[in-house]
């Protein structure tokens, strides 16, 4: 989790830095798309690890105190970058800005409900495959029996 908080610092840093020298935030897109990525796989390291078996198991949350704390550190910075699209940027950047990380997440969320699907689809056809390869050997061990004991018994 600390990998996620150091990259979403580094990123902010890099953002001040850009704007502290003049210029433009739309010059800093990408460090900005790290920020909010470090901030989300954070927010979501942080929900796999309390909703874990393990924790649920021990009634322990380990490191939750120090997860809200990098989280409101986050959450505080991204409250300064708010203040710089809206000072900063152009008018109705920050509103343009929220819309596009709302499709961004549905998108985010919608290509893991279809990475899912498609493992659980690849499972089942690995299944049925499976099925069909020990109907076959069976089927041929099964024929193989008759015609052995035909055989056997002078009948071929």
Known sequence: ???YVAAANAAYSVIKKFVSNGRELTDCAQHIAKFVDSKDALAAAHNKRKNSIWSTFTGKEENDLETFM????????????????????????HQDYVRFCVEARKQRQQDVKDRARKIEELKENIGVTLLWVIGFFVFIGLLFAVLYGMQRRGML
Request: charged share 35%.
């Open 70 to 93: 990098h989280l409101e550190g986050i959450k505080q910075k991204e409250d300064e970058l708010k203040q710089m699209m809206i000072y900063l940027g152009r008018p109705g950047l």
């Open 1 to 3: 989790m600390l990998e």
